[in-house]
């Protein structure tokens, strides 16, 4: 299990989201990338992978596996 670290950006964004199903979907995408089972991801560069939620607007949230420690932040 990879330990999953959440920026402070991130958090007021998602806790802002006034459709609780799509923050209920991310949410569990996100703990997705914990079990290594992320879905449907796409690499962007420098180290940086798009997760793609097909719900709504679609919604993206990026994130990047820190090479020392195996922490995935986002």
């Not at 097909?54 to 949230?61: L, M, N, S, T």
């Amino acid at each position: 299990m990879i330990e999953l670290r959440k920026t402070e950006t991130y958090a007021k964004w998602l806790d802002g989201l006034r459709d609780i199903q799509a923050r209920a979907r991310i949410q569990v995408r996100v703990e997705r990338l914990a079990t290594e089972n992320p879905g449907d991801v796409k690499p962007v560069g420098n180290g940086v992978s798009e997760l793609r939620i097909d719900y709504g607007p679609e919604y993206r949230v990026y994130f990047c596996l820190a090479p020392t420690n195996q922490h995935k932040n986002w």
